[in-house]
């Protein structure tokens, strides 16, 4: 990672600076005990002030301060001079070179921006920027979609589960249909937090009312939470002290959070987040492919495709992507991946072109079949 030469040449001049400042340190203590030294003599009653001065002047001039300092000093010169060149490598200012001419939806980015405000409880925001952007219908179907969720998560951090379970209770079928057991993780928050009160007969209560649907499934969890009624009076020192833990209500709060946006048709991850964290991943191949193509900037504005291989991490790969092996192309809608007769699949334009346009068979390049280019179908991912 880029990053890491940009450590290394900050240790190294941290390293020369701490040798240099080290280093001066000493001979200024050498200096400042030879003065000592001549004060003594002077104050004395039976050495001349002018022989000590000249022995202060013979010391000074044997230390050599200057020689000593220099040379770690020009170290560090050396080294700090090189490290703007470093930052300016890695942190190239200048992102504007691997700018695009792309016009852009503008009403679909200002309700990406917006949604992002309002994912994180800055509905004041959010509300301006719409309105400044002039959809204020926008701002209101938003708004209300993530209202909801924002108060529930705020009455979660103040330990108050009733709006998480009345929400849950309300979109149950839909949350057993995507598989989640959230509304029981709900209620086993709400079983530990009656159970801390000290109230045995309340939290068993609670259990006999809230669990029963949930046993089919979920028996050994709920025996689990069973157990913790043993314990009532000291639950802090038991082997269910784990239940008490407050990770246990940021993890429901993530379900809880997941779940509703998955409800509402949104992303888990804001959309803005998960663009910017992408760019900022694919950006230095670009800076670099730039670089390479200074004098050719219209080349690159009218390229369809990226025009360098840039890698992202899994959380940003959403969908397959096919390169051809042949030409070694992203496949694209007017250059779609084929599935040949043999099972190996190439881009339409690179069996077009070993296929004299289906005029003839060819060889596949990974085994001996003859294919016919007529044969071959489209392939969708």
């Given amino acids: 990672m880029e990053l890491n030469s940009l450590k290394d040449a900050f240790d190294r001049v941290a390293k020369k600076q701490k040798l240099s400042c080290s280093k001066t340190q000493e001979v200024l203590e050498q200096i400042v005990q030879e003065i000592e030294k001549a004060v003594e003599m002077m104050q004395s009653a039976t050495t001349d002030y ?19 300092i220099e040379g770690t000093q020009k170290e560090l010169n050396i080294a700090l001079n090189k490290y703007p060149k470093a930052l300016e490598k890695v942190l190239n200012p200048d992102i504007s070179k691997a700018y695009r001419n792309i ?25 301006c920027f719409i309105n400044e ?11 209300s979609l993530f209202q909801e969720m924002y ?5 979660m951090k103040s330990r108050n589960l009733e709006p998480a379970l009345k929400w849950a209770a309300t979109n149950a079928d839909k949350l057993k249909e995507n598989g989640s057991d959230l509304q029981l993780k709900l209620h086993h928050l709400q079983f530990v937090k009656v159970l801390q009160k000290g109230s045995k007969e309340e939290a068993l209560k609670y259990a006999r009312t809230n669990f029963s649907p949930f046993a089919a499934n979920h028996m050994a969890e709920i025996q689990k939470l069973m157990g913790c009624l043993v314990y009532s009076e000291r639950l802090h020192d038991s082997p269910y002290a784990h239940l008490l833990s407050p990770t246990n209500w940021d993890i429901v709060s993530e379900e809880l959070t997941r779940q509703f946006c998955n409800l509402l048709g949104q992303s888990y991850e804001s959309p803005l987040s998960v663009t ?14 730039m670089t390479v193509m200074a004098g050719k900037r219209q080349e690159w504005q009218s390229m369809k ?10 959380e940003f790969q959403f969908h397959s992507i096919f390169v051809c092996p042949v030409s070694k192309e992203q496949s694209t ?27 003839k068979s060819f060889k596949c390049p990974y085994c001996p079949s003859d294919i016919d280019a007529t044969q071959c179908r489209q392939l969708n991912f």
């Fill in 333 to 359: 809608e007017e250059n779609p991946p084929m599935l040949m007769t043999c099972g190996h699949v190439l881009c339409k334009q690179s069996i077009n072109k070993m296929s004299k346009n289906s005029s």
């Fill in 276 to 289: 910017t964290a992408a760019g900022v991943q694919g950006l230095p191949p670009l800076l670099k492919f």
């Fill in 50 to 68: 002018k022989f000590a001065l000249a022995e202060l002047k013979n010391k000074l001039h044997e230390i050599a301060p200057l020689s000593q």
């Fill in 133 to 143: 952007a002039g959809n204020a219908e926008a701002a209101a179907a938003m708004r």
């Fill in 151 to 155: 108060e529930i998560l705020e009455a």
């Fill in 305 to 314: 495709q990226l025009p360098v291989p840039v890698e992202l991490d899994k």
């Fill in 103 to 127: 016009e852009f939806d503008s009403e679909t980015v200002n309700q990406i921006i917006a949604s992002h405000f309002y994912r994180q409880g800055l509905f004041d925001v959010g509300d």
